[in-house]
């Protein structure tokens, strides 16, 4: 898929992680007026002190940051898991699919199934090079959700690896193999007339 693809991907799965730190950041700078507007509301008599407060507020700041910590180490791995889980396959007859990190799924579909094979590239895609690869199918595999059924979608992907794919799939979609009923050898491939 390519290092662009890699990129993407981790930064999708980052993005929530950088929303939490930016909240530990502003917290941080935020904790000191916080921490004196809070202690000159405490009475005297309370057991509750601008020392406690400050504690607390300090333990919530180091909370912040250690859970962000967490995230964004759990972030990359699993964005190197996607991206090393997934492959997909040109075979002969059917495109292969793999994808999934702990719920492994592998979908194969038959060429003659493809009916569409569109190129999506939004604004930011453009300016990173990538590619989202939608091969539509015309499956009726009841194993396959609904969405599944008619759509693989292969995103990231390289802007040249997907022209090329797309370049290849369109070259096999409709091409069906018939077998010859009496000696089982495989005859000459049948090809759409729109292919030509």
Do not use: C, W
């Not at 930064?11 to 941080?28: C, H, K, W």
Request: hydrophobic content about 50%.
């Amino acid at each position: 898929m390519g290092l662009k693809a890699l990129v993407l991907i981790l930064l999708r799965r980052l993005f929530g992680v950088f929303i939490l730190f930016f909240v530990a950041v502003v917290f941080s700078f935020l904790k000191n007026p916080i921490v004196d507007v809070l202690s000159k509301n405490i009475s005297a008599d309370s057991s509750f002190s601008a020392v406690n407060i400050g504690n607390l507020a300090s333990l919530f700041e180091t909370g912040f940051y250690v859970i962000a910590g967490l995230l964004f180490a759990i972030s990359i791995l699993i964005g190197f898991l996607e991206y090393d889980f997934f492959t997909f396959t040109l075979e002969e007859f059917n495109l292969k699919v793999r994808r999934g990190i702990l719920n492994r799924e592998e979908l194969s579909i038959p060429y003659r199934q493809v009916q569409n094979v569109d190129i999506d590239r939004s604004l930011f895609y453009q300016i990173i090079g990538v590619s989202k690869l939608t091969i539509v199918n015309a499956s009726q595999d009841s194993t396959l959700k609904a969405e599944e059924r008619r759509n693989i979608v292969l995103d990231p992907l390289d802007r040249r690896d997907a022209k090329e794919i797309r370049e290849k799939l369109s070259h096999l979609i409709g091409i069906q193999v018939v077998r010859d009923d009496a000696d089982e050898s495989l005859r000459i491939p049948k090809v759409n007339s729109e292919m030509d």
